[in-house]
């Protein structure tokens, strides 16, 4: 085949493509991210690029104005390499991967709207539920040197010093490290740390290292979610977090929800191509931490980590093509303790990963640990637990019984899918008021910077507001046109948030007919997996003590506005109760404690997934549900005065 | 014996009255009320039903270009005159209503809105039955002329369409401003239908005021699953939900007559039967159901087929 050199500006990168191969893919191969919220499908316009030189073929496309044709503007995904070509990827095409600065997720585990004792303090619940009992455990030990009345074995020397300290049956340790104890225990003058990790039931001497490192063991929590990654890097023996930090899941470039990668996994190394993007990510957040903290890698001995069904296969590199045909059965659930090298990630060579076991294909490790974390499980009243994000899950049961289902919702609340959507960070527009007569708008950005788009909790104020102020329809239709906020495109009219000239962007800030569309099912999605779950086991929404709200932007949730739109069921506000990513907190608590583990190990087993799609009501609730707040507003009597 | 057991339902259907009187301040000899019903089709004993289902002849503004043999050979002497059209149905076959199918407005004919204007007002003039009168189905070009259409029959209480979810607020607005009554369509889905009655009435125009197009299938073409939304919606309104207690309108002869069983000639299916009974049989058999689901008005072509169900709904009533 012929081979073409592309060129990329301005990382001046250039890489080997093959004649025909898609723009969008040349640049991943070439460790270039450009945005492509819709997958590659020339739906969502994002991915532009501006040909400097050389020959492409394209296909039509009505996401391009006629003047940036003009000026040589493609679509990247709809774009073919047909010889040499020099490419100039502008700064708003690209995927931004940068973290979260301290003070944002300060905010993302505080909550910006709700007073910070609404949220519940994960520590607290630690410290009074499990014991500590980390994953990997260092010990420092001083051996007695054998002679000839005690000539027992260097190894089993080592195991008698541990069961001084801790009653433990079976022990085990890897050859390599049998392979140099005798030098290793005799020239650090049998003076060692051993590691010790729980590995399936068993207890593995992890780690054998010269003098005392026991006082520095870490460790690190991530929940992978199918948009953002987020870790804390823990030190195992104070329990104290010593940073979080979140990044967008770098996958996004293959889709954004788990189906569309687990298509792309079936194309030619697409698998291959998932898993290093995630693990690159992990990575990167793992090597930050290392710097910021001055800590030796190697002193970094376990990773936990709480993710979807799908995330935990593309970590593990494990086919994930089940999941997503009928019968709709995942490769495995619980997957054993491995060393974290399997996985390529990035510690002590030795050191362990764990996952936190998933209950089915589309309710994973990140709920069963959110269940945990939110003592959902302990409640003698009737509870929900509501994970918006882009897979929604709930959860509904007490200290009694526990079932699940889970929602396609799709990225919209996650600031993904939407044209002026971002997570919620520096400059996102987060609340927002809309004048209902001069229709001027008040709103507060994160960091009080100036605004660069809009994240989830400010879409669903906007929706909220535009409804009160008559701006849009129950069905989610922009009613007027004349209104300098108010314009007609060609797919339909859009709304302005901010002028460009309030903005840090040379453009406005709007939201469109589509977005409101795209947000209208994310939210029906989640209402109507809520609403059957909760009939399905006999129930109504009136019997629910409390539902705990947990989701990358769960904290911020206005929960009035939330009830306007129709996302969350029309009840007294006292009962939601924010956990912020609960599955975070989750994957911390196991990671801190065995019997955590044992204890999501339970949860796994004992949750019954309920799949949705067998309901026959299901499509119909669904449909009811897109509408605002809801087809039948008798569901919803409080909101029904408001707008 | 069996004790009968007789429903008691909470509520009732909306009754839409079409047309207007001279006293009323309109043209028509005669207004028809339709609706009001208080249980379901045809269960007198159950409870009132106090409006008999009416059938309005389709006239258009234009040829028709795929009307079959079967049907050309009634309409063809008048039809290039819409105004005769609309007489000899009235004069000829007695028709209750007629409902004006603007299919001349489509942008591939091109129909002005002066002229739609003028036939109106023509037809005012000469025809004294109520008027359903109905887009081309181009959402901007009806934007354009039916609010013309409505201005112009202002005080006629017709009933004009079709508004759907998407494309509601222009014709919502001029029906409400000009009295007339309001068709509202949704593709076979309970949920749509109830929204869009919901969108129209936050505008202000009354549930009394709205008539539901359920979107129908002939029979063979999805006929069952019209039936169980009309019969889901009908159960619904009279269970106590305000917000869809409408009555249906069902273009059953659009439906039929695209169907081959209807419009094939002889000389394609030999097997089939005669043209001349089997198309208005089967138009027949798609509207005797639909009355079953709780159909109000029918719209509909063959004059024979016309006549059969007419007498079908003299006879049931008649018990």
Sequence with gaps: ?643 | MIKQHLENWSSEINTVTIGATKEEGGSCRYNIKIGGEKTLPFLFKEGSLPCKPVIAYEVWDTVPSDWPQELVRFYKDVWTNPIDWAEKVVKEYHADLICLKLAGIHPEIGKTPDEIAKLLGEILRKIDVPLIIIGCGDDQKDNLVLPICSQVTKGQRCLIGEVTQDNYRTLTASVLADGHNIIAQSPIDINIAKQLNILISDMGLPLERIVIDPTVGALGYGLEYTYSIMERLRLAGLNGDKVIASPFICFVGQETWRAKEAKAEDSEFPQWGKASRRGPLWEMITAVTLLQAGADILVMRHPEAIRKVKEYIELAYSV
């Excluded at chain 1, 040909?51 to 044709?69: A, D, I, M, S």
Aim: proline residues 4%; glycine residues 8%; charged residues 25%.
């Design chain 1, 1 to 643: 085949m012929e081979k073409i050199k592309v060129t990329f500006y301005p990382d001046n990168k250039t890489i080997e493509a093959n004649k025909g191969q898609t723009l969008l893919s040349v640049a991943i191969s070439a460790g270039i991210y450009i945005n492509s919220s819709c997958g590659g499908e020339g739906v969502c316009g994002r991915c532009k690029v501006i040909l400097k030189k050389g020959e492409v073929l394209t296909q039509p496309t009505g996401r391009l104005t006629l003047e940036e044709r003009k000026r040589g503007v493609y679509l990247a995904c709809l774009t073919t390499v047909q010889s040499d070509l020099e490419i100039e990827i502008p700064e708003e095409s690209r995927l931004s991967f940068d973290k979260l600065s301290p003070e944002e997720v300060e905010l993302r585990l505080r909550g910006l709207y709700g007073e910070s004792e609404d949220i519940l303090s994960s520590d607290s619940l630690l410290d009074e539920v499990f014991v500590h009992s980390p994953l990997a455990t260092k010990l420092y030990l001083e051996l007695p040197p054998p002679d000839l009345n005690d000539r027992i074995s260097d190894l089993e020397r080592l195991y008698r010093e541990i069961r001084k300290n801790y009653e433990i049956p079976i022990m085990q340790t890897g050859l390599a490290n049998i392979r140099r104890l005798s030098e290793l225990l005799r020239s650090a003058d049998w003076k060692v740390t051993v590691t010790l990790g729980k590995r399936n039931g068993t207890v593995e001497i992890v780690l054998i290292e010269p003098n005392d490192t026991s006082k520095r063991n870490y460790g690190l929590a991530f929940d992978i979610g199918t948009t953002t990654i987020c870790g804390e890097l823990i030190d195992l023996n104070t329990k104290k977090i010593l940073g979080t930090k979140a990044i967008y899941n770098k996958q996004a470039v293959f889709g954004p929800d788990v189906i569309t990668r687990i298509i792309y996994a079936q194309e030619q190394d697409g698998l291959e191509k998932l898993h290093h993007a995630l693990v690159d990510g992990m990575n990167q957040i793992i090597q930050e931490f290392i710097q910021e903290n001055k800590i030796d890698l190697n002193d970094v001995t376990c990773v936990l980590c709480a993710g979807n069904t799908t995330m935990i296969h593309l970590l593990l590199k494990i086919e994930p093509s089940y999941i997503r045909k009928e019968p709709y059965v995942p490769t495995a659930n619980f997957v054993p303790t491995i060393r974290a090298a399997e996985a390529g990630i990035k510690i002590n060579p030795r050191g362990l990963l764990s996952c936190v076991p998933g209950v089915s294909s589309y309710v994973g490790g990140d709920v069963v640990a959110g269940t945990l974390s939110c003592g959902l499980y302990k409640e003698k009243d009737l509870c929900v637990l509501i994970d918006i994000g882009t897979n929604g899950e709930i959860v509904l049961g007490n200290n009694d019984f526990l079932v699940s289902c889970a929602a396609s919702a799709g990225p919209a609340f996650e600031g993904s899918g939407v044209v002026c959507g971002m997570r919620a960070s520096s400059g996102a527009i987060q609340k927002i008021k809309i004048d209902p007569k001069t229709y001027n708008v008040e709103y507060s950005t994160i960091g009080s910077a100036l605004p660069r788009g809009i994240c989830g909790s400010g879409y669903i104020d906007i929706l909220a507001q535009m409804l009160k102020a008559g701006i849009i329809d129950k069905s989610g239709k922009i009613k007027f046109k004349n209104h300098p906020r108010i314009r007609e495109k060609d797919f339909g009219k859009e709304f302005v948030v901010a002028f460009k000239e309030e903005t840090s962007l040379d453009s406005d800030i709007v939201i469109t007919e589509a977005d409101i569309e795209n947000l209208k099912r994310a939210k029906a999605a989640i209402f109507s997996a809520t609403s059957i779950l909760i009939k399905h086991m006999g129930f109504d929404f009136k019997d629910i003590a409390k539902i705990f709200i947990a989701g990358g932007f769960g904290n911020y949730l206005d929960i009035k506005n939330a009830k306007i739109i129709g996302l969350l069921p029309d009840l007294e506000e006292e009962k939601f109760i924010f956990v912020g990513n609960s599955s975070l907190a989750g994957a911390r608590q196991i990671l801190l404690s065995y019997p955590a583990m044992q204890k999501a190990n339970e949860l796994a087993r004992k949750i019954t997934y309920f799949e949705l799609s067998v309901d026959p009501n299901y499509m119909e609730e669904y449909m009811a549900a897109l509408f605002f707040p809801h087809t039948d507003i008798l569901r919803f009597p409080n909101v029904k005065n408001l707008i």
